[in-house]
């Protein structure tokens, strides 16, 4: 390890090299699944380990802990501040995971290994497992990141799509209460204009999945992690692409009755300008080919296209 121990790239003789990296990840996340496993057996029943062999065990757990740290501090920046935070995630996984275990042992009983410690130890190894999972550059790690992003933008479509097709009202499935009166209260329904602005809302909820499906797809087909800005760029696409999903779910959750359109329009705006920015960003990296543009184009188009319809509907509301 005596190469990744010497601080950050740049700082140390030899220069960074991605495969080697990911060698010495995988062998410090195996060492400390072996260390949590050896430190649970010495704690799993009577007689209580010597002081010396608590001491040589606790070494071990710590030096485990500490190339696991000093390795992941290896990964530069420049290799991608997406990739450096998903494996910075799932280091600091493995080390509170560890922590769980000492703290764990330390307040259990000598009796018996506690269903608590075989969870503990359970989880340590699944946090040194996923080291496996992990994408291996920037490119695969903005992929994973657009593909996680889809999947809340899908669901709170569908759950979008599932409240309008319920009828008039959208709490149907809420069990009646004559004492609440949620069947005869009006907040409860969508008006006639409400249901038009609605619509206008869907487009531009339906324009977000559309957008992330298909840089998605351009991020696969297109992306490269091979220069520092083309992995510059990925990061700035994967920057803006994050705030799709909570700015989709602050307009759904507007949406319901009793339907406010001025906050309604402001966070249609939001949105609107967020996917504007994905898909100019998009257009101006390597990941959008000529061939790409049309799609940027006719999706820019819909953005606009449904806000301007948002902005006729609440008029009267400014």
Known sequence: ????????????????????????????????????????????????????????????????????????????????????????????????GMIQLTETILSAPLESLSQEQLISTGGVWEACEQVSNLPRDNQAAVASALAACLGVVKDALEEMEHALVEGQDPYSDIVEDEELGFRGNRDTYWSEADRKLLSSCMGLMKASKACLKKVLAVVKAYGKADSPEQIAQLDDLADIANEISPSVDELALSMYPPMNQLAVRLNAAKLASVLKKVLEITKTSHVCPPSEEGWVQFLTGAVDHNMNKIKNFTQGQL
């Open 1 to 96: 390890l005596s190469a990744f121990t010497e601080g950050e790239p740049g700082e140390g003789r030899e220069p960074f090299e991605l495969p080697r990296f990911w060698d010495a990840l995988d062998q410090t996340f195996k060492v400390t699944s072996q260390e949590a496993t050896k430190l649970s057996l010495a704690f799993s029943r009577p007689p209580l380990t010597s002081a010396e062999d608590c001491r040589k065990l606790s070494e071990d757990v710590q030096n485990a802990i500490l190339a696991v740290a000093t390795v992941y501090y290896w990964l530069p920046k420049g290799q991608g501040t997406t990739l450096r935070k998903m494996v910075r995630d799932a280091t600091t996984e493995v080390v509170e």
